[in-house]
């Protein structure tokens, strides 16, 4: 069946082709995809367009007035480009249809053998390849985004423990492969292994440089399926990223030397040479952490254009690319460092939605462009130009490129390993150098080879297409068998536990500490001094502030598992059927509500309104971060994202006060949701306002603070609203941790001792400290949810006053609540219970707020 | 060489240390020579005062939670053998180190790594760590980023997490299943001690 589905749509994709192929037949020499409005072809098109008649421009002596005209070539190259995009991905999704085949064959390799077929095609239509990867096409409208989005999604605490390995492969490496490849071959040249070439020895040494790049894009595409664990996976990915770099940077130095000749090279040359390796290399990193600290700086104040505000990050991280190409630095590395070093600021700055829309963003265009990569790397193979045979040199490069990868990678593991604190084991560096796959960048540099100075551009060119074919496609088919027949460690994915980051902690401490004793500078110092000197500076000038604080680790663990909780226990609620006794039962909706609203009022500025509809939960967003630390699939946090979204989706959606605009559709261009009208927010008020009119009736009729069950209901509602007021002052300073806890502890305190009511009408009722109250006065009208007025009538369970303190900030309780205890009818027990407690609560509860504030 | 030997020499039952430890003479020497810097007094032992005027140690949040465990019970000082002993805990593990059949668990295994960390939390020497001791690491390493609602909460639930016999405590078996999955050998050992 799936074969079925698989081939019809794969011969709609070629109708759709073939249709797009006849139309552009002739016309188009150049036209490629990607972006270029080459004159040539607009010159080419307008020069047959006469040939191919019909189809043309409206002529221009018009007897009568058209009413449509066949406008072609207004739109074709455009329309070839936008094609082109849409074949590719057809492809893709051809690919995905059957994954009993995706899970032999990496998708990359199916892409190019598809790529074949349609390079078949358009072969077999025009007789010649009208259609093929351009090396401008591929360095500035590919690539650019491939490595963004690799280097953002960077696991970047891995990144950089490991950036001494990564770097020595990359560097270090990458000159050995590209110098020993470019040896042997003119060795066996020399030899008489090749026949009679028009090759010299620089010739050769160019042509292994530009072989030496190992391709982050095929590198990841496979690693990704086959879940190496960490430490393997960082090696290879960052090895990749940065070698690609590293490479052109060689690429460059030596076709500067072939430019120069033979004769004119010495060894000032060569030194010039080496220093220009290094200035381009580190300069382009360089420029790079440039654009990340103007990213960062730029994302502290973009909160007013929160829409196009992941637009900056790929604008920037793009000029970023074409500065370092403009200043002839290293573009790739540039990108790289500009993403790696960016991304914690960014992802503190940005709101939650836009680092979410900027990684969704990068996803699409980076896996749109590595599919379209892969289908021309396999269509630009059909092409009689290019293909000159030569056995010997074709064999003998591929086993260069396959042996002397694996000696490069197993000598610097080795050297590596002296002083690494957790060796490289044996089976990972040959992983590691197995996964040495070729990919795009080889052939784009193949292809910006001149013919001029490389007579034998073409046997290179095929050359080099054979060995991305043979690493890609043979060496992608071989890995997953192999890692799992030598039982390569796979990555665990750990839970995360209080334990683990707290006893993180202190391991950390007691290593520095030992370190001072021994009276070295060990790993920890530096961890220890950058972490000092983050906080202390870069955070400072990144950062906004409001961001700063709040990122404990330990903290963000509790706060992360407590989410965790709430919805194991929304979930449950569900499974027994309804959420109902959530409404039921005040005391458990209230303290539930109130978690969720201390929780995400860290995060979320707007938590304290109460308007989260359907269209508006910030809340799914922070949960989303449950994803093992190097993946970077990003349909796999989705996929395991989604329970807990779901859930806390239908608890909002269900509980919580529904703006009833939400209905009404409405499109905004700037704004994702538009705010209440004015008559909601005034009813909402109201409603608020009635609420408290009737508690505060209630309290005032004599109730003495007793601690009789039945009152409680009615002091519930009172305080409630009161600690209202403290809500939009927490939220809108925005950080002040003490004076969110202890506003909360104020209502629980007053909770615990039934403080008579003030004034329920003053904005700052109930609530002791005076130094509310100017902020409660220009705060806007409160909004209660309709949740809360219900309570005020509710007098069918009563809540435990107990309970009721403690919860808020006991999420010890909240995780007892999943079975429910509370749910009906069993307050006594905790009436019980608190009775004593309450007793001294009132004196001193207060003052230890007091203290605090 | 003829240094490295003089050196040696003037420690006492340096064979037995070194085979107790499994550091190398190079390093034994390195130590020492800490050791006597340390020891400004040149007693031939150390107290808790020249512990405490290394200046990052000083900074240290456990800090002295950290001299405390160079010093057993009652006593006050501590001298080269105890010191390096102490140190020996985060000796990298070697996998290829034959294994003698007969010698005891090494200093730098893992269950010793772990016991260290666990008698950094455990104060009172009970054998758990209590709600209190837990706080008070806590509090000491959050500092003053965090509330005390917080801290509590942040420790209740930690002790939910690992407490399996409901008895609101760590024991060192408990301690040692919440950190099962942690590669301890990778996180308790230092790189220049190898």
């Given at each position: 069946?799936?074969?079925?589905q698989q081939f019809a749509l794969l011969l709609t994709l070629l109708i759709i082709f073939s249709t797009s192929c006849k139309a552009a037949a002739l016309e188009v020499d150049s036209v490629e995809v990607g972006h270029n409005y080459s004159s040539k072809s607009s010159v080419t098109s307008t020069s047959t367009d006469n040939s191919t008649g019909g189809d043309g421009h409206a002529p221009s002596a018009i007897s009568t007035l058209p009413i449509v005209i066949w406008k072609w070539h207004h739109v074709e190259t455009p329309y070839l480009v936008a094609l082109w995009i849409l074949t590719c991905w057809l492809c893709k999704l051809v690919c995905e249809l059957?994954?009993?085949?995706?899970?032999?064959?990496?998708e990359s390799g199916l892409l190019i053998i598809l790529g074949f077929v349609l390079g078949g095609i358009v072969w077999g239509a025009d007789k010649a390849q009208t259609f093929k990867l351009i090396p401008t096409n591929f360095f500035y409208y590919l690539l650019p985004q491939i490595v963004l989005d690799?280097?953002?999604?960077?696991?970047?605490?891995?990144?950089?423990?490991?950036?001494?390995?990564?770097?020595?492969?990359?560097?270090?490496?990458?000159?050995?492969?590209?110098?020993?490849?470019?040896?042997?071959?003119?060795?066996?040249?020399?030899?008489?292994?090749?026949?009679?070439?028009?090759?010299?020895?620089?010739?050769?040494?160019?042509?292994?440089?530009l072989?030496?790049?190992?391709d982050?894009v095929a590198?990841?595409?496979?690693?990704?399926?086959?879940?190496?664990?960490?430490?393997?996976?960082?090696?290879?990915?960052?090895?990749?990223?940065?070698?690609?770099?590293?490479?052109v940077?060689?690429?460059?130095?030596?076709?500067?030397?072939?430019?120069?000749?033979?004769?004119?090279?010495?060894?000032?040359?060569?030194?010039?040479?080496?220093?220009?390796?290094?200035?381009?290399?580190?300069?382009?990193?360089?420029?790079?952490?440039?654009?990340?600290?103007?990213?960062?700086?730029?994302?502290?104040?973009?909160?007013?254009?929160?829409v196009i505000?992941a637009g900056f990050i790929i604008v920037l991280g793009y000029l970023s690319y074409l500065t370092a190409e403009m200043?002839s630095?290293?573009a790739i590395?540039?990108i790289?460092?500009?993403?790696?070093?960016?991304?914690?600021?960014?992802?503190?700055?940005?709101?939650?939605?836009?680092?979410?829309t900027l990684?969704y963003t990068l996803k699409v265009m980076a896996n749109g462009s590595e599919t379209m990569i892969f289908v021309f790397l396999g269509v630009s193979a059909i092409d009689r130009n290019i293909w000159v045979?030569?056995?010997?040199?074709?064999?003998?490069?591929?086993?260069?490129?396959?042996?002397?990868?694996?000696?490069?990678?197993?000598?610097?593991?080795?050297?590596?390993?002296?002083?690494?604190?957790?060796?490289?084991?044996?089976?990972?560096?040959?992983?590691?150098?197995?996964?040495?796959?070729?990919g795009a960048v080889a052939y784009g540099l193949a292809a910006i080879l001149d013919e001029k100075k490389i007579?034998?551009k073409n046997?290179m060119l095929g050359?080099t297409l054979?060995?991305v074919y043979?690493?890609v496609?043979?060496?992608?088919?071989?890995?997953?068998?192999?890692?799992?027949?030598?039982?390569?460690?796979?990555?665990?994915?750990?839970?995360?536990?209080?334990?683990?980051?707290?006893?993180?902690?202190?391991?950390?401490?007691?290593?520095?500490?030992?370190?001072?004793?021994?009276?070295?500078?060990?790993?920890?110092?530096?961890?220890?001094?950058?972490?000092?000197?983050?906080?202390?500076?870069?955070?400072?000038?990144?950062?906004?502030?409001?961001?700063?604080?709040?990122?404990?680790?330990?903290?963000?663990?509790?706060?992360?598992?407590?989410?965790?909780?709430?919805?194991?226990?929304?979930?449950?609620?569900?499974?027994?059927?309804?959420?109902?006794?959530?409404?039921?039962?005040?005391?458990?909706?209230?303290?539930?509500?109130?978690?969720?609203?201390?929780?995400?009022?860290?995060?979320?500025?707007?938590?304290?309104?109460?308007?989260?509809?359907?269209?508006?939960?910030?809340?799914?967003?922070?949960?989303?971060?449950?994803?093992?630390?190097?993946?970077?699939?990003?349909?796999?946090?989705?996929?395991?994202?989604?329970?807990?979204?779901?859930?806390?989706?239908?608890?909002?959606?269900?509980?919580?006060?529904?703006?009833?605009?939400?209905?009404?559709?409405?499109y905004?261009r700037s704004?994702?949701?538009?705010?209440?009208?004015?008559?909601?927010?005034?009813?909402?008020?109201?409603?608020?306002?009635?609420?408290?009119?009737?508690?505060?009736?209630?309290?005032?009729?004599?109730?003495?603070?007793?601690?009789?069950?039945?009152?409680?209901?009615?002091?519930?509602?009172?305080?409630?609203?009161?600690?209202?007021?403290?809500?939009?002052?927490?939220?809108?300073?925005?950080?002040?941790?003490?004076?969110?806890?202890?506003?909360?502890?104020?209502?629980?305190?007053?909770?615990?001792?039934?403080?008579?009511?003030?004034?329920?009408?003053?904005?700052?009722?109930?609530?002791?400290?005076?130094?509310?109250?100017?902020?409660?006065?220009?705060?806007?009208?409160?909004?209660?949810?309709?949740?809360?007025?219900?309570?005020?009538?509710?007098?069918?369970?009563?809540?435990?006053?107990?309970?009721?303190?403690?919860?808020?900030?006991?999420?010890?309780?909240?995780?007892?609540?999943?079975?429910?205890?509370?749910?009906?009818?069993?307050?006594?027990?905790?009436?019980?219970?608190?009775?004593?407690?309450?007793?001294?609560?009132?004196?001193?509860?207060?003052?230890?707020?007091?203290?605090?504030? | 060489?003829?240094?490295?030997?003089?050196?040696?020499?003037?420690?006492?039952?340096?064979?037995?240390?070194?085979?107790?430890?499994?550091?190398?003479?190079?390093?034994?020497?390195?130590?020492?020579?800490?050791?006597?810097?340390?020891?400004?007094?040149?007693?031939?032992?150390?107290?808790?005062?020249?512990?405490?005027?290394?200046?990052?140690?000083?900074?240290?949040?456990?800090?002295?939670?950290?001299?405390?465990?160079?010093?057993?019970?009652?006593?006050?000082?501590?001298?080269?053998?105890?010191?390096?002993?102490?140190?020996?805990?985060?000796?990298?593990?070697?996998?290829?180190?034959?294994?003698?059949?007969?010698?005891?668990?090494?200093?730098?295994?893992?269950?010793?790594?772990?016991?260290?960390?666990?008698?950094?939390?455990?104060?009172?020497?009970?054998?758990?760590?209590?709600?209190?001791?837990?706080?008070?690491?806590?509090?000491?390493?959050?500092?003053?980023?965090?509330?005390?609602?917080?801290?509590?909460?942040?420790?209740?639930?930690?002790?939910?997490?690992?407490?399996?016999?409901?008895?609101?405590?760590?024991?060192?078996?408990?301690?040692?299943?919440?950190?099962?999955?942690?590669?301890?050998?990778?996180?308790?050992?230092?790189?220049?001690?190898?």
């Amino acid at each position: 069946m799936a074969f079925l589905q698989q081939f019809a749509l794969l011969l709609t994709l070629l109708i759709i082709f073939s249709t797009s192929c006849k139309a552009a037949a002739l016309e188009v020499d150049s036209v490629e995809v990607g972006h270029n409005y080459s004159s040539k072809s607009s010159v080419t098109s307008t020069s047959t367009d006469n040939s191919t008649g019909g189809d043309g421009h409206a002529p221009s002596a018009i007897s009568t007035l058209p009413i449509v005209i066949w406008k072609w070539h207004h739109v074709e190259t455009p329309y070839l480009v936008a094609l082109w995009i849409l074949t590719c991905w057809l492809c893709k999704l051809v690919c995905e249809l059957n994954h009993s085949v995706t899970s032999v064959i990496p998708e990359s390799g199916l892409l190019i053998i598809l790529g074949f077929v349609l390079g078949g095609i358009v072969w077999g239509a025009d007789k010649a390849q009208t259609f093929k990867l351009i090396p401008t096409n591929f360095f500035y409208y590919l690539l650019p985004q491939i490595v963004l989005d690799a280097s953002y999604c960077m696991p970047n605490k891995l990144f950089f423990s490991n950036l001494g390995a990564i770097l020595v492969h990359a560097i270090i490496g990458t000159c050995w492969n590209a110098g020993t490849v470019g040896i042997a071959l003119w060795a066996c040249y020399e030899g008489g292994a090749m026949g009679t070439l028009n090759i010299g020895p620089l010739q050769f040494l160019l042509f292994g440089a530009l072989l030496s790049a190992v391709d982050p894009v095929a590198v990841i595409a496979v690693f990704e399926e086959v879940h190496v664990n960490e430490v393997l996976y960082i090696l290879v990915f960052g090895e990749s990223l940065l070698n690609d770099g590293v490479t052109v940077v060689l690429y460059n130095v030596f076709d500067a030397f072939v430019s120069l000749g033979g004769p004119k090279i010495n060894a000032a040359e060569i030194i010039k040479g080496i220093i220009s390796f290094f200035v381009v290399a580190f300069g382009g990193s360089f420029l790079g952490v440039v654009f990340a600290v103007l990213i960062s700086m730029l994302t502290r104040i973009t909160k007013n254009v929160q829409v196009i505000e992941a637009g900056f990050i790929i604008v920037l991280g793009y000029l970023s690319y074409l500065t370092a190409e403009m200043l002839s630095l290293s573009a790739i590395l540039s990108i790289t460092f500009c993403g790696v070093c960016c991304q914690k600021y960014i992802n503190a700055n940005m709101d939650e939605k836009s680092v979410t829309t900027l990684r969704y963003t990068l996803k699409v265009m980076a896996n749109g462009s590595e599919t379209m990569i892969f289908v021309f790397l396999g269509v630009s193979a059909i092409d009689r130009n290019i293909w000159v045979w030569n056995t010997g040199f074709i064999l003998l490069t591929v086993f260069f490129v396959v042996v002397f990868r694996f000696m490069g990678v197993f000598f610097l593991n080795w050297i590596l390993n002296q002083s690494r604190l957790i060796p490289i084991d044996i089976l990972d560096q040959f992983i590691m150098a197995y996964g040495g796959l070729r990919g795009a960048v080889a052939y784009g540099l193949a292809a910006i080879l001149d013919e001029k100075k490389i007579p034998e551009k073409n046997l290179m060119l095929g050359t080099t297409l054979i060995v991305v074919y043979f690493t890609v496609i043979l060496q992608g088919i071989t890995m997953k068998p192999l890692v799992q027949w030598l039982k390569v460690k796979k990555a665990t994915h750990s839970d995360l536990t209080l334990n683990g980051k707290i006893n993180n902690r202190t391991f950390e401490h007691t290593l520095t500490a030992m370190e001072d004793i021994c009276g070295r500078m060990g790993d920890n110092w530096w961890t220890r001094h950058w972490n000092h000197f983050e906080d202390k500076y870069v955070c400072w000038l990144l950062m906004k502030s409001d961001a700063r604080k709040h990122k404990d680790p330990i903290f963000g663990a509790f706060h992360k598992l407590n989410l965790e909780d709430a919805t194991k226990y929304v979930s449950e609620g569900e499974r027994k059927g309804s959420l109902a006794f959530i409404r039921n039962d005040d005391n458990a909706s209230v303290d539930f509500k109130k978690k969720l609203a201390l929780e995400y009022g860290d995060i979320i500025p707007d938590m304290s309104e109460y308007d989260f509809g359907i269209d508006n939960v910030p809340v799914t967003s922070v949960m989303k971060n449950t994803i093992p630390s190097v993946s970077l699939d990003i349909h796999e946090q989705d996929r395991k994202s989604m329970p807990n979204d779901l859930s806390a989706h239908h608890l909002l959606d269900q509980h919580l006060y529904k703006s009833r605009r939400h209905n009404r559709p409405t499109y905004s261009r700037s704004h994702y949701n538009t705010s209440e009208s004015p008559d909601e927010m005034q009813e909402i008020f109201q409603r608020t306002m009635r609420s408290r009119l009737e508690s505060f009736k209630s309290t005032k009729m004599g109730v003495n603070p007793s601690k009789k069950l039945s009152k409680h209901p009615k002091k519930d509602s009172t305080h409630k609203p009161n600690r209202k007021p403290a809500d939009p002052h927490r939220t809108y300073p925005y950080g002040d941790e003490d004076f969110e806890f202890s506003a909360d502890s104020v209502s629980s305190s007053e909770i615990a001792g039934n403080f008579p009511r003030r004034s329920p009408n003053a904005p700052g009722a109930g609530v002791d400290n005076p130094a509310f109250i100017p902020e409660m006065d220009t705060s806007p009208p409160m909004r209660n949810p309709p949740w809360q007025t219900e309570t005020a009538n509710n007098t069918a369970v009563a809540p435990s006053q107990r309970a009721q303190g403690r919860l808020p900030w006991t999420p010890t309780n909240l995780r007892h609540l999943a079975p429910l205890r509370m749910s009906t009818h069993s307050t006594d027990s905790f009436a019980m219970a608190d009775a004593s407690v309450d007793d001294k609560a009132p004196e001193e509860k207060p003052g230890t707020h007091h203290t605090r504030l | 060489m003829g240094s490295t030997n003089s050196t040696l020499l003037k420690i006492p039952n340096v064979e037995v240390l070194m085979q107790e430890t499994g550091f190398s003479p190079a390093h034994i020497i390195r130590l020492h020579d800490r050791f006597k810097a340390l020891d400004k007094e040149g007693r031939g032992y150390l107290c808790p005062q020249d512990f405490g005027a290394i200046k990052e140690l000083a900074m240290n949040p456990i800090g002295d939670r950290i001299i405390g465990a160079f010093f057993s019970p009652g006593k006050e000082t501590v001298d080269f053998h105890t010191f390096v002993k102490i140190l020996a805990h985060f000796r990298p593990v070697d996998k290829d180190r034959p294994k003698e059949p007969n010698s005891l668990e090494p200093i730098n295994s893992r269950s010793n790594k772990l016991k260290f960390a666990f008698q950094l939390y455990d104060q009172d020497k009970d054998g758990k760590i209590s709600r209190d001791e837990l706080l008070k690491v806590l509090r000491a390493m959050l500092g003053m980023q965090v509330t005390e609602e917080q801290l509590e909460s942040i420790a209740d639930r930690t002790i939910q997490e690992a407490d399996l016999d409901r008895d609101d405590a760590i024991s060192f078996e408990e301690f040692r299943k919440s950190l099962e999955k942690v590669n301890i050998d990778h996180k308790m050992s230092i790189r220049f001690l190898r």
